[in-house]
């Protein structure tokens, strides 16, 4: 169940280098007195898709997917949102209402920073406006990037992207355990539940990776990443 925490001063905070170094310290105590850092377990909803937008916000620890639902009820992962990413902004600036729905896949700490405000600085102070713009920019080519990573692959390339993704953006390790299910990797790369299933039996045969459960272990990094660039 989520909980609000005892936040600590923005100065800090791991993102001030990051984010709010064109900010003073007046401004950082501004945005101190309007944040809020919750906790949340895994599976809980952290914003809901068509919820109206109140609050930035960046994921200081765990993992997060988002996720849109379509008119059929059909559900795509559009990403995965890690440590030190804002997860927010895809809709901040341009609706009133989040257009996908954000969820913890690990138990994952979240700060609120309320909306008005940030948007009071940026009026405020054009060169932070213009440095939160660019690093809003940079989360939108990451995730075209991603799309195109995974959407001009084949079944089998779309697979070993995930898996490198994990284990070098994630987890830094060649062993680890999947935070997403077989039905959540196959909505993220537009296949089936089964075809998932089948591809990473296919790897484990190939002596590519091991699998237990949601335990991962990649054997042959490099013919992982031959198949991708395959395709």
């Not at 008119?71 to 901040?92: A, M, W």
Request: include cysteine; charge should be neutral; aromatic fraction near 10%.
């Amino acid at each position: 169940m989520s909980k609000i925490l005892n936040t600590s001063h923005c100065n800090q905070c791991v993102y001030r280098t990051w984010a709010f170094n064109k900010l003073d310290q007046e401004a950082l105590s501004l945005i101190n007195q309007h944040k809020t850092e919750v906790f949340y377990r895994k599976g809980e909803v952290i914003c809901r898709q068509g919820e109206n937008i109140a609050h930035f916000l960046y994921l200081r620890k765990g993992l997060v997917k988002l996720l849109t639902t379509e008119k059929n009820d059909r559900e795509h992962i559009i990403s995965i949102g890690k440590p030190l990413d804002f997860i927010g902004l895809l809709s901040i600036f341009s609706k009133q209402q989040h257009a996908y729905t954000i969820t913890a896949i690990e138990d994952s700490v979240v700060c609120f920073v309320e909306i008005d405000v940030l948007k009071q600085l940026m009026a405020q102070n054009g060169e932070f406006a213009l440095d939160f713009l660019e690093k809003s920019s940079r989360v939108a080519d990451d995730v075209i990037a991603t799309r195109l990573n995974i959407n001009t692959k084949q079944l089998r390339g779309r697979i070993a992207y995930i898996l490198m993704f994990f284990s070098s953006h994630i987890y830094n390790a060649m062993a680890f355990e999947l935070p997403v299910s077989r039905k959540e990797i196959a909505q993220l790369i537009d296949m089936s539940t089964e075809n998932v299933i089948r591809i990473l039996s296919e790897f484990r045969k190939d002596g590519i990776i091991e699998i237990e459960g949601k335990l991962i272990k990649i054997l042959d990094y490099q013919k992982l990443q031959k198949v991708y660039d395959l395709g």
